[in-house]
Every structure is written in structure tokens, then in C-alpha cells.
């Protein structure tokens, strides 16, 4: 059983900063796709940010391309989310997923993925 757990929200006035991470359980993280969603209230729950198993392949949902990165670190069993730029429509609670069925490009689907964590909350404040 694959336990994702993610940290780093909080509390960012406009223009600022925040970096998600994701650590997962198992030994095999570093062969599957990974994922970053957001959910907002009220609204379905959307793509931000996939990376490869390699770390190679990313792919940015338009609204946050060029402010948000993508990155894992194999050896940490982790995936990161730095967020820059932020914006009040930026806040929502924040998911990392696992797609043991990709090694490749990730999905921007939520369907795709096995595992998800809890969430963790970011909230961008004007």
C-alpha cells in the first residue's frame, strides 16, 4: 500500500512563494508518473503539474505555466511543487497523486492515478 503525504500549504499574500512536497512510502516510487491536482470549493478537482518517472518529462496546466515547478528527488521518494507568483484563483487544497500504470508523461486526468494523499491546504490572500 502506497501512503502519500503531502505538506508545505499555508497562508501566502499575493505575489508570494510556497513549495508543496509530496513523500511517498514503497521502493518503487521512482518508477511511476506523479501528479500535483488542486481542488477548489465548489469546483472540480484540476491538473496543475505531472513529471515522468525519470523527472525528465513535466507538463503544466496553462494557468500556472511559468509560475509553478515540478520536481521529484528519486532518492527522497519525493515530488515537489514550487509555486511562485501566487494568485488569490491559485488557492485551493492541494493533491499529489501516483499513477503506477505510466512510467511516462503523466496524465492530466485524476482518473489515471492509484494513490492520492490527503491534501494540504494554500491560500492566497489579496
Known amino acids: 500500500q502506497v501512503q502519500l503525504v503531502e505538506s508545505g500549504g499555508g497562508l501566502v499574500q499575493v505575489g508570494g512563494s510556497l513549495r508543496l512536497s509530496c513523500a511517498a512510502s514503497?521502493?518503487?516510487?521512482?518508477?511511476?508518473?506523479m501528479g500535483w491536482f488542486r481542488q477548489a470549493p465548489g469546483k472540480e478537482r484540476e491538473f496543475v503539474a505531472g513529471i515522468s518517472a525519470s523527472g525528465v518529462g513535466t507538463d503544466y496546466a496553462d494557468s500556472v505555466k511559468g509560475r509553478f515547478t515540478i520536481s521529484r528527488d528519486n532518492a527522497k521518494n519525493t515530488v515537489y511543487l514550487q509555486m511562485r507568483s501566487l494568485k488569490p484563483e491559485d488557492t485551493a487544497v492541494y493533491f499529489c497523486a501516483e499513477d503506477q500504470a505510466n512510467y511516462g508523461l503523466a496524465y492530466r486526468s485524476p482518473g489515471k492515478y492509484d494513490y492520492w494523499g490527503q491534501g494540504t491546504q494554500v491560500t492566497v490572500s489579496s
Open positions: 514503497g521502493r518503487t516510487f521512482s518508477m511511476y508518473a
